[in-house]
Nanobody, 115 residues
């Protein structure tokens, strides 16, 4: 069974920073690319950032230069460092991995950017 455990969300002021974490099993982490998605109320879930098993990264245009995705091979954990946060970054953030044709999701962690 694939388990993804998200954590690290919270309330932060505009311009602030947060770091999200996603822990999974070693068997998953070492083989597959990992992604972060987010979903704001009334919006579709959108891809925020992804990282391949080799460490190549990709980002949504809206977060380039502000967010950084990384992976810690020793801890089987993927991180999303979010800087210069804006109110429009407010959403539930989900860790994601695709195994074949099946998508697996973390439970989600709420990020709220507000003064």
């Amino acid at each position: 069974q694939v388990q993804l455990v998200d954590s690290g969300g919270g309330l932060v002021r505009p311009g602030g920073s947060l770091r999200l974490s996603c822990a999974t099993s070693e068997s998953i982490f070492r083989i597959y690319a990992m992604n972060w998605y987010r979903q704001a109320p009334g919006n579709q879930r959108e891809l925020v950032a992804g990282i391949s098993r080799e460490g190549s990264t990709n980002y949504a245009t809206s977060v380039k230069g502000r967010f950084t995705i990384s992976r810690d091979n020793a801890k089987n954990t993927v991180y999303l460092q979010m800087n210069s946060l804006k109110p429009e970054d407010t959403a539930v953030y989900y860790c994601h991995v695709r195994l074949g044709l099946v998508d697996y999701w973390g439970q989600g962690t709420q990020v709220t950017v507000s003064s």
